[in-house]
């Protein structure tokens, strides 16, 4: 099942966040499972707004691919919220 993540970096800069998608490579090739990405700054840090094909699916890149760069740079984890996908709707 879809679902829909929000994650919350706090104190994450556009710098720090365009360092993290080049060590991910995620420009060149998405990443599996990834359905749609919206990304921008907000009072205090960074939001994410991902649609992923499964939350097993988000949770293993995240594990596997994202955290330990993540980690790397120095950034902390973000608070994240959950939620199953019920309608999806690009226009």
Same mark, same amino acid.
């Given at each position: 099942?879809?679902?829909?993540?929000?994650?919350?970096?706090?104190?994450?800069?556009?710098?720090?966040?365009? $360092? @993290?998608?080049?060590?991910?490579?995620?420009?060149?090739?998405?990443?599996?499972?990834?359905? =749609?990405? !919206?990304?921008? %700054?907000?009072?205090?840090?960074?939001?994410?707004?991902?649609?992923?094909?499964?939350? $097993? @699916?988000?949770?293993t890149y995240m594990r596997?691919?994202?955290?330990?760069?993540?980690?790397? =740079?120095? !950034?902390?984890? %973000?608070?994240?919220?959950?939620?199953?996908?019920?309608?999806?709707q690009v226009r």
């Open positions: 099942m879809k679902v829909g993540i929000m994650l919350l970096y706090p104190n994450m800069t556009q710098a720090n966040y365009d $360092e @993290v998608e080049r060590e991910l490579k995620r420009h060149d090739k998405p990443a599996g499972g990834e359905v =749609l990405s !919206i990304v921008g %700054p907000v009072p205090g840090g960074w939001q994410v707004v991902d649609v992923w094909e499964s939350q $097993e @699916v988000f949770e596997d691919k994202a955290r330990p760069v993540l980690q790397r =740079l120095g !950034i902390q984890d %973000p608070a994240a919220t959950i939620f199953p996908i019920y309608d999806m």
